[in-house]
């Protein structure tokens, strides 16, 4: 008995941690089928046409909301960057990785958001990483919107604070929350401008005044409203409440036609954030190329607004289009426009038809959005042409008929 008491480890039954990847055979499946829709290597990408094997296929799922990847100023300017300071910083912001360039890029932006300071990160996902985190303590509270990004609930996840989450855009359900939690302790509201599946402007005025009622800060993530709303500016300056939001941030990947990410606000709660966000202190910063890409982007969005009426005008010929053939596009308010399917393999099937006929949207199916509530997300540039527009809405017309989508 004493020697089946002490059981080698060889002889006992082990749990791998590696047996969930093990088990993992969703993807491979769909891979086999041929129609899965992730990770689809271009040999061409980033304008409104991208090459794939061979075939030219119209983007209409691209954030390069105002086409300026490829804008003859901003690469020049990322290539004049490169041979000045090199391909990397080689080190943190906090330590050695602090160019004149970001300075520069972190002054034009608080100017543009009308802010006293701004902050530059290496990616949007630890702009909101870092922020958060370092904003929200211990005792505090961090509210947000249920179709919030990943980055802003692991945001949340990362700070010591509790996190408390509200329906979406239900200001009701926001009052019921705040109220629940009392005086005591410090709220920070953290919401979309504009949510990323669904296109529609988060209530802003109304979660400001609910903020003001019960004593929290309020943080916008304008990651798609830069460049859209407000001719760039975002949600606040959008609804004319840019002095009553205390912290706006945004990525460099969409609009700005690079990398990286910003929080702008009040300077001495950026400088609080500047010494005690660990993915800003532990991380690279952003390389050259990049900061200067985000300048040229800044100077075309200032001094070129025909860039923004265009993705405006874009945008009402795809809506009307899209709602004339019957599809259900939600209650999207901007340049992200979404097909809703609900049925997930119909959402894969119609992806795949669409794709295979020159047409390139984005599969969107749980966990990304609630179940049954799969789509085909759509956004536009500043940058289509009426014919590839047209040659869209044709696609999507005799795909949806084949497949059934439309009756």
């Known amino acids: 008995m004493l020697r089946g008491m002490h059981m080698t480890i060889s002889e006992q039954t082990k749990t791998d941690i590696f047996d969930k990847a093990h088990s993992f055979t969703r993807a491979r499946e769909v891979q086999a089928l041929g129609i899965y829709p992730f990770f689809i290597p271009f040999d061409d990408s980033e304008g409104t046409v991208v090459r794939y094997e061979g075939r030219d296929i119209i983007m209409i799922g691209s954030n390069n909301y105002l086409g300026l990847t ?10 004049e960057a490169i041979r000045r300071f090199g391909t990397s910083c080689t080190g943190s912001r906090f330590m050695n990785g602090t160019l004149s360039l970001h300075i520069e890029l972190e002054e034009r932006l608080a100017a543009f958001f009308d802010k006293e300071a701004a902050l530059v990160f290496s990616t949007g996902f630890q702009t909101n990483l870092g922020a958060i985190s370092a904003v929200v303590g211990r005792d505090d509270v961090v509210i947000t919107d249920k179709e919030d990004h990943a980055s802003i609930v692991d945001g949340c996840r990362l700070s010591y604070g509790e996190m408390v989450r509200f329906k979406h855009s239900d200001m009701g359900d926001l009052e019921r929350v705040l109220g629940k939690i009392g005086n005591e302790r410090g709220k920070l509201i953290v919401i979309d401008g504009v949510y990323s599946m669904g296109g529609d402007i988060a209530p802003l005025p ?3 005044a609910s903020a003001k009622k019960y004593g929290a800060r309020v943080m916008v993530d304008d990651a798609h409203s830069v460049g859209i709303l407000a001719q760039g500016r975002g949600t606040a300056a959008h609804f004319g409440i840019t002095d009553q939001v205390d912290l706006i941030g945004g990525t460099f990947s969409k609009s700005f036609a690079s990398i990286g990410g910003f929080v702008a606000g009040d300077e001495q709660i950026l400088h609080y954030i500047q010494h005690f966000a660990r993915s800003l202190i532990f991380s690279a910063s952003l390389p050259a190329p990049n900061v200067a890409a985000v300048l040229a982007a800044l100077d075309i969005m200032e001094n070129e607004p025909d860039y923004v009426q265009r993705l405006w005008d874009n945008t009402d010929i795809m809506k009307k289009g899209l709602s ?8 999207s308010e901007t340049p992200i426009i979404p097909i809703i399917i609900c049925d997930e393999q119909m959402t894969i099937m119609f992806w795949k038809a669409l794709f295979d006929a020159g047409l390139f949207t984005n599969a969107v199916i749980p966990p990304g959005v609630p179940p049954n509530m799969s789509l085909l997300r759509t956004s536009y540039m500043a940058t289509h042409t009426a014919d590839q527009l047209n040659r869209a809405l044709d696609i999507l017309d005799k795909v949806g008929h084949q497949l059934g989508v439309l009756q």
């Open 206 to 208: 109304e979660i400001v």
């Open 70 to 79: 490829t804008h003859p100023k901003v690469r020049e300017a990322a290539i």
């Open 324 to 331: 004339e053939l019957g599809f259900n596009i939600g209650n």
